[in-house]
């Protein structure tokens, strides 16, 4: 692999919920953006509007950063998050989720009127530690989202109703890395996809087959024979 790949993910405190609305969901991708950076956070908070969230969608955006971290993937989900990082400078990948955590706590808390911790403890970091795991990882990072899509629920086990529907929703989801890794700029000031463009040429020709293979490993479990 040559980068060093870390699995970073949170839930909220007793699995309640992050993001609550769209706003929400844009100030965590407003803060993976603005707090990637060398300097001290400062308070994001008073200074975010849809409009900066939108401005995200630039692959030019010009705002000088001295980033600490590369992210290569990122899906957020109702009481948690996922993020796939590697690190550039010494440090940085906790200095980064430290940022976050803290810069986005701050901001829910404010808005809810609320105090006290928001998760549920130190973010969880996993070495990307194989070549079948750096295959898998950014699949299963993006294939959450499909927790909310009735009939796709038990993806992880295979077990997913009309592959169509899912490729749909996945297209229809912008709370991830997905689409910007299948040519649609959704976000992609933030994310750095150099490492598996290398790898996944045509990535939603990838899932979709990652999908249909899915289907038939199912169908083959269950005995069932194809037309």
Request: some cysteine; hydrophobic content about 35%; proline content about 1%.
């Amino acid at each position: 692999m040559g980068v060093e790949l870390f699995h970073a993910l949170n839930r909220g405190v007793d699995k309640r919920t992050l993001f609550l609305d769209d706003q929400d969901r844009a100030r965590f991708v407003h803060d993976i953006y603005e707090f990637n950076d060398s300097a001290p956070a400062g308070n994001a908070y008073r200074s975010f509007t849809i409009d900066k969230m939108m401005d995200l969608r630039n692959p030019s955006l010009g705002r000088e950063r001295d980033m600490i971290v590369d992210i290569h993937g990122w899906c957020l989900m109702g009481n948690h998050y996922h993020l796939l990082l590697s690190e550039r400078a010494e440090g940085g990948l906790t200095k980064f989720i430290r940022k976050v955590n803290v810069g986005y706590a701050n901001y829910f808390n404010e808005k809810y009127a609320r105090s006290g911790t928001l998760f549920q403890g130190r973010t969880k970091k996993i070495r990307i530690d194989s070549d079948a795991y750096f295959l898998h990882i950014l699949h299963y990072i993006h294939l959450n989202s499909l927790d909310l899509l009735e009939g796709a629920e038990d993806w992880r086990t295979h077990n997913i109703r009309n592959t169509k529907e899912a490729l749909v929703y996945l297209d229809e989801y912008r709370w991830s890395s997905y689409l910007d890794y299948c040519g649609t700029h959704n976000f992609p000031s933030i994310i750095t996809m150099d490492l598996f463009q290398d790898v996944f040429r045509n990535y939603r020709m990838v899932i979709s087959k990652y999908l249909r293979d899915m289907a038939l490993t199912e169908l083959h479990v269950q005995g069932l024979t194809l037309e």
